[in-house]
């Protein structure tokens, strides 16, 4: 990073820490199996948990039963996850689910939604007590904690996955099922029990049991926690204060839509009172930037969310040749956005909620190089590295398992090594983690814009070109572009600037150029003090 004194103005996206890392997110049962002896083959009687294949439509195979993955499988392949570019695995929830499968509900169907007979807790989202690791993950010398010591050692956060609005399926069950819509505390203890019946027929007046719920249905036959009893906030909190006390270093909150901004105020403040500047992102399932902004604000918690408006445009860009890369522009809210700030949000193009980015090879290699190089924090779900299930939905391959040889043989995949290039890039420098976005163009099968870093010692101007098109195309830039000795983000290469540049970038590539420099051009400078008023709502 160039030591060049500026003149003490600051120009940045933003300060939290945690931006500096992208993020490969894994479905622990459905990356690998490390350790066969906590499978639990046998768990379920009538009901067995383990392997429980569906093919809905004829050649679309998918698992409702647990695989085998685990904590040992994530971590023998921490080495593989670091070299690729990454600094933080996203884990499903780690919580204890019940030990059948759900009688209950209605039989899946391909595309089905809420739709849970057959199903196991393998995904982890089920969780009966939520102080107590699942047996599938662990093992012998290898607990929670022991897992993210282990993950440290190999320079990765965890980011646990939480859930606080719900908790297993609850009722619709022919027969009652052990664990199925109960909740237990940190001593094992039964504090709360839907008892199979219904929401509308839950007594909370009368039964201490049923206080922990709703009286109103929520999301399938998930039992819906009250968010109007305080003792459900404690339970909360004290089960995830216990998680970070043993190494999560940050949370994704499922479903937090389904709880009022009162809810995770509160449950912020009290996690960041003892862990101050605690990093989470939400799940708002919603298109609309309106819609999940509001998680993002100081009084509602300052919660940042997944990116979900700008996973749209991605994949309407990135699935289809020829689109334009103007469809992005509007996703990103550099200026005068709804969002609390736009540069904390998670970005990213599929997950284990949808289908998967169903792009060609260079449509995954687009998607990356702008994902990476973009303002947000990117996550990656795994198997993208090889274009895994491509287009596939939850019930249609979405979650399948990936395994050791698919890892092992994934350098083969041409997605693999763009993707490794690109993502070192942004880990090795700061204005592609945190720098500000100014767009130049984003037009057609090519985008170029800055990302710029200067605080305090620290200064960097990046040049991102991309060219998503199938013929090599011959850049011009002239706009805000600041004289000096720039070099190539990849070969190192001096390019010598003066106030004009032409660079070549082969079709499906990008090309990176820095400067490590504070900000000495006028326009350029009063531009990024226009960006900088205004990429922060007054509203909050």
């Known amino acids: 990073m160039g030591a060049q004194a500026s003149d003490g103005e600051a120009f940045y996206g933003t300060r939290e820490a945690f931006a500096s890392d992208a993020i490969y997110f894994v479905m622990t049962d459905r990356f690998v199996n490390g350790d066969p002896g906590n499978d639990q083959r046998d768990q379920g009687g009538d009901h067995p948990t383990f392997d429980r294949p569906v093919e809905l439509k004829p050649g679309e195979l998918a698992n409702i039963g647990y695989l085998g993955g685990d904590f040992k499988g994530v971590l023998d392949n921490a080495g593989y996850i670091h070299d690729l570019g990454f600094n933080a695995v996203w884990i499903t929830p780690i919580v204890d689910n019940p030990d059948q499968a759900f009688t209950g509900s209605k039989p899946i169907a391909s595309g089905s939604i809420g739709t849970d007979q057959g199903k196991t807790g393998y995904h982890g989202y089920w969780g009966v007590n939520f102080y107590k690791l699942d047996e599938h993950l662990p093992s012998p010398g290898l607990d929670f904690a022991g897992f993210t010591r282990a993950m440290q050692a190999q320079d990765l956060k965890v980011v646990l996955d939480i859930v606080a609005n719900h908790g297993s399926p609850a009722y619709s069950m022919p027969v009652a099922q052990p664990m199925f819509g109960q909740i237990y505390d940190a001593d094992g203890k039964l504090v709360a029990d839907h008892q199979n019946l219904r929401p509308g027929q839950l007594d909370p007046a009368r039964q201490p049991l049923h206080r922990f719920y709703n009286t109103r249905p929520g999301l399938a036959e998930l039992s819906d926690t009250n968010e109007n009893n305080p003792d459900v906030l404690d339970y909360f909190v004290g089960a995830y204060e216990q998680w970070i006390d043993q190494g999560a270093a940050a949370f994704r909150v499922d479903t937090i839509r389904w709880m009022p901004h009162d809810f995770w105020k509160q449950f912020a403040d009290r996690i960041r009172a003892r862990h101050p500047d605690f990093f989470m992102f939400g799940e708002n399932f919603d298109y609309d930037a309106a819609t999940i902004a509001p998680h993002t604000w100081a009084r509602n918690g300052h919660i940042s969310v997944?990116?979900?408006?700008?996973?749209?445009?991605?994949?309407?860009?990135?699935?289809?040749?020829?689109?334009?890369?103007?469809?992005?522009?509007?996703?990103?809210?550099?200026?005068?956005?709804?969002?609390?700030?736009?540069y904390d949000l998670v970005t990213f193009y599929d997950n284990h909620d949808m289908a998967r980015l169903n792009a060609s090879d260079q449509g995954f290699i687009d998607a990356n190089n702008w994902l990476f190089t973009a303002r947000g924090i990117p996550a990656l779900y795994y198997g993208s590295e090889t274009g895994f299930m491509r287009g596939r939905g939850e019930h249609a391959g979405n979650r399948n398992y990936y395994g050791q040889q698919r890892i092992d043989d994934a350098a083969r995949s041409p997605i693999y090594a763009p993707l490794k290039r690109i993502a070192n890039l942004r880990r090795d420098n700061i204005a592609l983690q945190r720098g500000l976005q100014l767009d130049v163009s984003l037009e057609g099968d090519q985008a170029v814009f800055y990302r710029v870093y200067q605080q305090d010692d620290q200064h960097q101007i990046a040049l991102v070109l991309l060219n998503k098109g199938d013929a090599s195309h011959r850049f011009e830039v002239e706009q805000w572009l600041q004289s000096g000795s720039w070099r190539d983000g990849f070969s190192g290469k001096r390019v010598q600037v003066d106030g004009k540049l032409q660079v070549e970038v082969p079709g499906h590539d990008v090309r990176v150029l820095l400067l490590d420099q504070a900000v000495t051009r006028p326009d350029l400078k009063q531009r990024l003090q226009q960006l900088m008023a205004r990429k922060v709502p007054k509203a909050d």
């Open 306 to 342: 997944l990116d979900f408006p700008m996973k749209k445009a991605m994949a309407e860009v990135f699935e289809s040749p020829g689109s334009d890369y103007a469809r992005l522009a509007a996703s990103l809210y550099l200026e005068d956005g709804p969002y609390a700030n736009p």
